[in-house]
């Protein structure tokens, strides 16, 4: 008999092991990544969450509408509306940067952007409210400042396409690899000297480009010329009279260096002609200026523009597009013009509000609407112009009426009142939690205080990453979730506690309630994910905070719940003072009205042993 029962508890052994784990190790996990998020916290140089403009104050712009040359009636409350949608796109992306933007009267549009922003970049982002162009490149030429000296004309080529060379052929330039099947391979330099067969190449910034036959030009590869260059050229003098002199004199005179001169250059530019415009040369520090065609593509027909990380080609950051129907054959029709031209009329210059922000020079027709533009670009870089090209074109240009900074909406005694508020709240369940359970009131003190390292450590980290801001009702949906937290920790105890009150020991009594315990909390957590899903979706503004928060936190207990709360009770099962159900450890079984231990029950008459291994639903 002894033998028999030997074999029989042998296995139920083994089963219970394996139904407990290795907790030490899930804690060590936990606290490993609780450590690299304040490591990576500390690094970051932000220890402290971006407060939105409710709590600490920011900057508010306002524009006002403005008729373009020959609209009629293009102001109202529908263009309005839609300006406020892509402005808020463009500066308060996954909408939890508490960014606000709002229309006030019949014209104008309100930007409030909370402090901790880069003010500069927000108000090119916000101000830069023109219409977007892509418009081929007829001349190109390094802007110098006032000394520079006018270059002769260069005689045009018997091809007839332009023959002028830049000064700046040895800069490296940027792909773009149309997704039609075309190759695409590396942008290193040959012994051959043969440049990329990419589909463009741009710059993030333009910058000159030399002249002759792109497929042999070893400058396209990176690789620097003998260092003989032919002088700076002036636009070619194309046939089209009084109109083309006066443009080419413009060309001339124009000082990119100068602010009120591109601020001029701007002014009463039309779509449908050519025009002369300034754009940051490639090393980001100079100027270059342009003639650039009519336009051919608008920036309405841009229906998607990603920043995405380059893992195939030449590691880096590059720019996707991709085209509306229309604009899929309007980008066919220029990209198969240019690709037979030489430097610089194979380039395309990207135009927005009369600057060139970019100028990708075309190798093949792109016909199938997606194209990708990669190469040397930051992350800033790429995102700043994939930003652009997904809304640049408003249905209305703006003028920056003012710019102001604002207090903080709510004085520093309103939000000390309310964290002082929110500390009471948390005492008083502390309070309840150790009167009630006890000694198990240790493990939920220190599972909430683990949820909350977590979530200060990942709220600082996203205000960098995404432009994550706290405002007041972000706050409220973080002590909300302390409630969410704490609801977990006490359906897992009263699951432990109904476990011994039927006559079980506490080490089986831990593991028969987590199944039943797990299951209760993620049904309980995915109703409340799915209703902060549901509220971020739906809303926007102030409401989209709180309801990014809620779900941050419900997702939080969940982690604490399986990786904190779980193995650090089954490691405390182990302990004298917990498994002998002491009075003051919250499980004594005289207190909780326990039956007599089931092992009795068996010796008084049991037939087949009870296997006392938590079994799943």
Request: hydrophobic share 35%; net charge positive; proline share 7%.
């Amino acid at each position: 008999m002894d033998r028999e029962n030997e074999k029989v508890a042998a296995p139920t052994k083994g089963r219970r092991q394996a139904a407990q784990g290795k907790p030490g190790r899930t804690l060590a996990l936990i606290m490993i990544a609780l450590v690299a998020l304040t490591g990576g916290m500390f690094l970051s140089g932000h220890t402290t969450p971006r407060l939105g403009i409710d709590l600490a104050g920011g900057t508010s712009i306002t524009l006002e509408a403005k008729n373009e040359p020959g609209q009629k009636n293009a102001i109202n409350q529908t263009n309005l509306n839609t300006a406020v949608d892509i402005i808020n796109n463009r500066v308060n992306g996954l909408g939890v940067s508490e960014a606000e933007v709002q229309t006030q009267g019949d014209r104008n549009i309100i930007v409030n952007i909370p402090k901790g922003t880069n003010a500069k970049q927000a108000r090119e982002q916000v101000g830069t409210t023109a219409q977007l162009y892509f418009r081929p490149v007829l001349a190109q030429q390094p802007s110098t400042g006032p000394g520079e000296k006018p270059q002769p004309t260069p005689k045009p080529s018997d091809s007839g396409k332009g023959d002028d060379k830049g000064d700046k052929g040895d800069e490296s330039k940027e792909s773009e690899k149309p997704k039609d099947g075309a190759t695409s391979p590396s942008a290193t330099p040959t012994t051959q000297g043969r440049s990329v067969t990419d589909g463009l190449k741009a710059d993030p910034t333009p910058s000159a480009t030399p002249t002759g036959d792109a497929k042999d030009d070893p400058a396209k590869d990176g690789k620097k010329d003998d260092g003989k260059k032919d002088p700076s050229p002036t636009p070619p003098t194309p046939p089209g009279g009084d109109a083309t002199a006066k443009l080419q004199e413009q060309f001339t005179k124009l000082d990119c260096t100068d602010e009120k001169a591109r601020l001029k250059a701007k002014e009463g530019v039309k779509p449908t002609e050519p025009v002369v415009a300034c754009g940051k040369s490639g090393s980001g520090k100079g100027w270059d200026k342009f003639i650039l065609g009519p336009s051919e593509v608008n920036g309405k027909e841009v229906d998607d523009a990603k920043a995405v990380y380059d893992t195939q080609g030449a590691a880096g950051w590059k720019v996707t597009m991709k085209f509306s129907g229309k604009g899929t054959k309007q980008f066919a029709d220029i990209t198969g013009k240019l690709a037979s031209q030489q430097p610089p009329q194979n380039e395309f210059g990207i135009v927005m509000d009369g600057e060139v922000v970019s100028a990708p020079y075309v190798r093949q027709a792109l016909t199938t609407g997606d194209a990708e533009i990669s190469g040397s670009f930051t992350q800033d870089e790429a995102k700043d112009l994939a930003n652009i090209l997904s809304y640049g074109a408003l249905p209305l240009t703006f003028k920056e009426q003012s710019v102001t900074t604002v207090s903080a909406a709510l004085g520093g005694e309103q939000l000390r009142a309310g964290l002082i508020a929110g500390a009471i709240g948390l005492a008083l369940v502390i309070v309840y939690l150790v009167a009630y359970y006890r000694g198990l009131a240790l493990i939920a003190i220190a599972s909430l205080g683990v949820s909350a390292a977590l979530t200060y450590t990942i709220m600082t980290l996203l205000g960098p990453t995404i432009k994550f801001a706290l405002n007041l009702p972000a706050v409220c949906g973080a002590i909300v979730a302390i409630g969410i937290t704490a609801d977990s920790f006490i359906v897992y105890f009263e699951r432990i506690r109904d476990e011994v009150r039927e006559g079980r020991t506490l080490r089986p009594a831990v593991e028969r309630a987590w199944p039943r315990a797990r299951r209760t909390i993620l049904v309980s957590d995915f109703v409340s994910f799915l209703a902060a899903a549901v509220l971020f979706i739906v809303t926007v503004g102030k409401v989209q905070g709180f309801a990014f928060t809620l779900g941050l936190t419900t997702l939080l207990d969940v982690v604490v719940v399986f990786f904190f709360t779980k193995p650090l009770m089954t490691i405390m099962a182990r302990k004298k003072f917990f498994a002998n159900g002491g009075k003051w450890s919250g499980l004594d079984p005289k207190r909780l009205g326990a039956k007599p231990p089931l092992r009795r029950a068996r010796r008084a008459g049991a037939t087949a042993p009870v296997d006392s291994t938590p079994k799943e639903a």
